[in-house]
Nanobody, 118 residues
Framework: QVQLVESGGGLVQAGGSLRLSCAAS????????FAWYRQAPGKQRELVAI???????SYVDSVKGRFTISRDSAKNTVYLQMNSLSPGDTGVYYC????????????WGQGTQVTVSS
């Protein structure tokens, strides 16, 4: 079992920055990946960024060059550094953790609100 706790959301003006954190506790081992998703009001949840246990990263096109996902394996914490924020980045950001080997399991955090004002 894995528990995820997000923090770092808030209200920021357009052009500003925020750093989200996701602290994981429990069985963090094997082949796995962390991801950040977001959900804007009235829209479907979308994948924002992924980082694998091997350190590979990928991003949705809309955040490339502005957001950076990273992980501190010693602390079992994943971060999302968000720069040059725009109102379109507003939404609830969710931490997601998936184990791929030796078993396939998925976990979600409770979400943290990010609001970008114009």
């Amino acid at each position: 079992q894995v528990q995820l706790v997000e923090s770092g959301g808030g209200l920021v003006q357009a052009g500003g920055s925020l750093r989200l954190s996701c602290a994981a506790s429990g069985s963090i081992f094997g082949i796995n990946r962390f991801a950040w998703y977001r959900q804007a009001p009235g829209k479907q949840r979308e994948l924002v960024a992924i980082i694998t246990s091997g350190g590979n990263t990928s991003y949705v096109d809309s955040v490339k060059g502005r957001f950076t996902i990273s992980r501190d394996s010693a602390k079992n914490t994943v971060y999302l550094q968000m720069n040059s924020l725009s109102p379109g980045d507003t939404g609830v950001y969710y931490c997601h953790f998936r184990t791929l080997f030796p078993s396939d399991n998925t976990y979600w955090g409770q979400g943290t609100q990010v609001t970008v004002s114009s």
